[in-house]
């Protein structure tokens, strides 16, 4: 099993709609969460960190679940630049502070 | 400027050809990383380094190597490039006084080897 996985999509969302996804970890010591956008071809950029109370960004909401160990990802009123690929990540800090990347969710948002 | 740059950005070489990445970072970042990218794949570890003196091999080190020169340089080598290194190559910094560990990523290198 993975220690970081996602659906990889592609989750099709008309503009307008809100769009939602998971990622689940193996590893119950996993202490830091992160989601990080990808364009295509292009450098990850964080989009947000996941706190345990979640959070949220403007149109971003990031919620982590530690009993299930999974984060999420919903997006309201989806942009059509909102398409790009959601890349979750997590640290284990008694494993050195890596970041462990999913493979990530490929979200097209059309018209 | 970008904060994280890296050299080259598209690299064409052949089978056997030793080649490097370079990668430079103004953020003041005292941890870099390399990671490669594959389709299907996602970002997977090479090397990563908590400062000049410390390097350490990530999930798939065999067939590369790293050098740290400077707290903002940090370097990876194929030392005799085969086929099935064709990747996306991405460095990374982050900085260990936060306490979140976030990610800085540069904007990759596309190495292709025939």
């Known amino acids: 099993r993975k220690e970081v996985e996602q659906d990889p999509g592609p989750f099709n969302v008309p503009e307008g709609a809100t769009v939602a996804f998971n990622c689940t970890y193996s590893?119950?010591?996993?202490?830091?969460f992160f989601w990080y956008r990808q364009d295509c071809r292009k450098e990850p950029k964080l989009l947000m960190s996941v706190y345990s109370s979640g959070n949220e960004d403007g149109r971003f909401t990031a919620q982590l679940n530690r009993a299930s160990q999974y984060i999420s990802l919903l997006i309201r009123d989806s942009k059509l630049s909102d398409s790009a690929t959601y890349l979750c990540?997590?640290?284990?800090?008694?494993?050195?502070?890596?970041?462990?990347f999913g493979g990530g969710t490929r979200v097209l948002v059309k018209p | 400027d970008a904060d994280v740059t890296q050299t080259p950005r598209n690299r064409i070489t052949k089978t056997g050809k030793r080649i490097m990445l370079e990668c430079s970072q103004t953020k003041g970042h005292d941890r870099m990383y390399w990671y490669r990218q594959d389709p299907g794949l996602g970002l997977r570890l090479i090397y990563y380094?908590?400062?000049?003196?410390?390097?350490n091999k990530g999930e798939i080190s065999d067939g590369y190597s790293v050098s740290r020169q400077a707290q903002a340089k940090f370097s990876l080598s194929l030392e005799s490039a085969i086929p099935n290194q064709t990747a996306l190559y991405f460095c990374?910094?982050?900085?260990?006084?936060?306490?979140?560990?976030?990610?800085?990523f540069g904007p990759g290198t596309r190495l292709t080897v025939t």
């Open positions: 380094s908590f400062d000049v003196k410390d390097i």
């Open positions: 590893n119950s010591a996993s202490q830091s």
């Open positions: 990540a997590v640290i284990v800090k008694a494993a050195g502070n890596k970041l462990t």
């Open positions: 990374a910094t982050s900085d260990s006084r936060q306490g979140a560990f976030e990610q800085y």
